[in-house]
């Protein structure tokens, strides 16, 4: 299980590092969008992982944080999701005028000069 | 409880429910919008002088939210260098609202709900003691702050807009990589508990702990644009509109708050085995900042360009101040901080009210005319200009106001900026029989050399923009736009009259946050006794 995720973090952070570094504007939103699912997933999983586990408790269990995931980290994904959200959809109309504006999807406004 | 103690969480309420009310509202009814910004505005000023009032004191206030148990809940923690920061915001705010209703809050749609969810996400970024209500509130500012950049339009500002928010973005990545790994390890999110938890981190756990913080601190530092991670700023807010960078010059100094306060309270005395982690690093990337600073400044042909640069000098100042890590730099950082951030927002509008005048291509036009001269020199000569150019009212207005901005920020006498250099560097030279390290000597050399540049750097823009060739038509400047710059210039001067009990406070909030004692017992109380 460790494994998988951290892999599937680890994959999801490298090709969102290499898209952000490409020049398209709509590279650059991809990338940013893959590197965020790698950092949701890697604040969920500081609360620990566990397969084949209760989704918060077993009858007559007592609670501690051996028996159940840290139900903060949770919380804390869901608001990084919900900002991520806002903050990716605010970049898509920056990206849509400026390419209105500049003519081009470069992310400096201007074709490199060959 | 009484009403009193609610009275911390009005910086952020208030323009939260202005904001709202004024989405609401719509640009149907512009009157009641405006009445509603002023409402907010002039409360938050009220507000913040009465908590500064208050916050002159020993003990911590807190606020706790919903009034939970201090280490569930989120706690709103207000001290000396968080009223500070309110103060100025309140004061930034009112001066930028102001200047902004003359002409350029009806450029574009929403400027004034944006604004006033700016102010709420910069009160609350300096009121919250909890990590990620920290970040919340670093969303909620640098949400309004792309607006606010992007208002007004025009291919410039969506250019340098991009590129701001796309660098933001990946800061706020880092900074929640940094808070999760911070709470996987410690267990806790409250700033106070966890500096109360810094001395018990396993050996094991504590290079993780410190990498988590470091990835924090470069989110963090992003904001603060320290070198190198500052290139998007100069171009950023020359492109803004006057009152939009006005309040973005207060932005940049939030990453060096919260470099201040977390690791002060992280890595200060009670850090345990971290304590000093990471210092040399703020102190280098200051100094870099201020040399980057430098030569921007002196590079730059344009009036706006030169603030930006001016920016990034301050803060490389402020961070090398920091990274000195020593209780009086501190204090005179301090100083420096409140000095410069209303120099700088007064810079900002009184350049928006020069270009006003000129061409656009002018600056660049003066440069050339330097250099390669053109034929008008020798008709000039001829002439008989016994009198001079004529300069208009309002032009030399202006320019007393551009003369003050540099006596400010190049740091001379007689005003505050001067004062501050000196309550930094004067701890820095210590007693005339020790020895001064290297890196204290640098320090000394980066600050008066920084100094130096702005003040080339501005004479020889002012010269042009006021003396050589006066503006070709003569801006058309409302009161409501003079008086704002007028607020902002009076109140450095009143930092330099009163410089005594303002230079006490100052000190007395730098030696809290090195001590952060009296903060932890102030968030934690009993919490702290407590624990086993």
């Known amino acids: ?114 | 409880m009484g009403w009193m103690d609610h009275l911390v969480a009005a910086p952020v309420l208030v323009p939260m429910m202005a904001g709202a009310a004024m989405i609401l509202a719509g640009d149907r009814w512009r009157g009641a919008v405006v009445a509603l910004g002023l409402l907010s505005t002039v409360l938050l000023v009220a507000t913040a002088g009465w908590l500064l009032m208050l916050a002159d004191a020993p003990q911590v206030q807190i606020y706790r939210l919903g009034d939970w148990p201090v280490t569930f809940g989120i706690v709103l923690v207000h001290d000396r260098v968080s009223a500070l920061m309110l103060a100025l915001v309140a004061v930034l705010g009112l001066s930028a609202f102001v200047f902004s209703l003359a002409r350029w809050d009806r450029a574009g749609a929403h400027f004034h709900p944006l604004f006033q969810f700016q102010l709420m996400g910069l009160n609350g970024a300096f009121l919250t003691g909890d990590l990620f209500n920290l970040f919340v509130f670093f969303e909620v500012m640098l949400a309004a702050s792309y607006g606010l950049a992007l208002h007004g339009s025009g291919t410039a500002r969506v250019r340098a807009g991009m590129h701001y928010i796309v660098v933001n973005l990946v800061a706020s990545l880092l900074f929640l990589i940094g808070v999760s790994v911070v709470y996987g390890i410690s267990g806790t999110l409250n700033l106070a508990d966890l500096a109360a938890r810094m001395r018990d981190v396993a050996a094991a756990d504590r290079a993780l702990l410190e990498a988590g913080l470091a990835v924090m601190g470069v989110a963090f530092l992003v904001k603060a644009a320290i070198w190198p991670l500052g290139f998007w700023l100069p171009a950023t807010y020359a492109a803004a509109t006057g009152p939009a960078a006005a309040i973005l010059s207060i932005l940049s100094k939030v990453g060096a708050y919260a470099v201040l306060r977390v690791w002060m309270l992280l890595f200060g005395g009670e850090g345990g085995d971290s304590a000093g982690f990471g210092g040399p690093v703020i102190l280098a990337g200051g100094l870099l900042t201020i040399a980057f600073g430098s030569i921007a400044v002196l590079a730059t042909q344009n009036l706006s360009r030169l603030a930006g640069a001016s920016v990034l000098i301050s803060s490389g100042t402020l961070l090398a101040a920091i990274g000195a890590g020593q209780v009086a730099v501190t204090g005179g950082a301090l100083f420096y901080l409140a000095s410069s951030v209303l120099a700088l927002a007064a810079l900002f509008l009184l350049i928006e009210l020069v270009e006003r005048g000129r061409d656009p291509g002018a600056d660049v036009l003066a440069v050339t005319r330097e250099i390669f001269g053109t034929g008008d020199e020798e008709d000039g000569a001829d002439a008989p200009e016994a009198a001079g150019v004529a300069i208009p009212a309002i032009v030399a207005v202006l320019g007393l106001g551009f003369m003050a901005c540099t006596l400010l920020l190049a740091g001379l006498p007689p005003l505050s900026g001067f004062l501050a250099k000196f309550a930094m560097l004067a701890p820095l030279l210590g007693p005339a029989d020790a020895s001064i390290a290297v890196s204290r000597w640098v320090l000394v050399t980066a600050f008066i050399l920084s100094g130096l540049a702005t003040l080339v750097a501005m004479v020889r823009v002012g010269i042009d923009a006021f003396w050589a060739s006066p503006p070709a038509t003569v801006p058309r400047v409302s009161l409501l736009e003079l008086a704002p710059v007028g607020l902002l210039i009076g109140l450095s001067v009143a930092l330099t009259v009163a410089a005594a009990p303002v230079m006490d406070y100052m000190q007395a909030a730098a030696a809290s946050l090195h001590a952060p004692g009296a903060y932890l017992d102030g968030v934690l109380g009993g919490v702290r006794g407590a624990r086993p």
């Not at chain 1, 893959?34 to 997933?41: I, P």
């Not at chain 1, 604040?43 to 084949?52: A, D, E, H, Q, V």
């Not at chain 1, 139900?71 to 109309?93: D, H, M, R, S, Y």
């Open chain 1, 1 to 114: 299980m460790e494994l998988v995720v951290s892999l599937a973090i680890g994959v999801l952070t490298g090709s969102g590092v290499w898209l952000l570094l490409r020049s398209r504007t709509f590279q650059v939103i991809i990338g940013l969008s893959l590197l965020s699912y790698a950092v949701n997933l890697f604040i969920f999983s500081t609360g620990g992982l566990r397969t084949g586990a209760a989704a918060i408790l077993e009858k007559g269990q007592e609670g501690s944080l051996a028996q159940f995931a840290d139900p903060l980290p949770q919380a804390l994904v869901l608001t990084a999701i919900v900002i991520g959200f806002a903050t990716t959809a605010l970049l898509l109309v920056v990206l849509l005028a400026a390419r209105g504006l500049t003519g081009t999807d470069h992310v400096d406004g201007r074709e490199r000069d060959r």
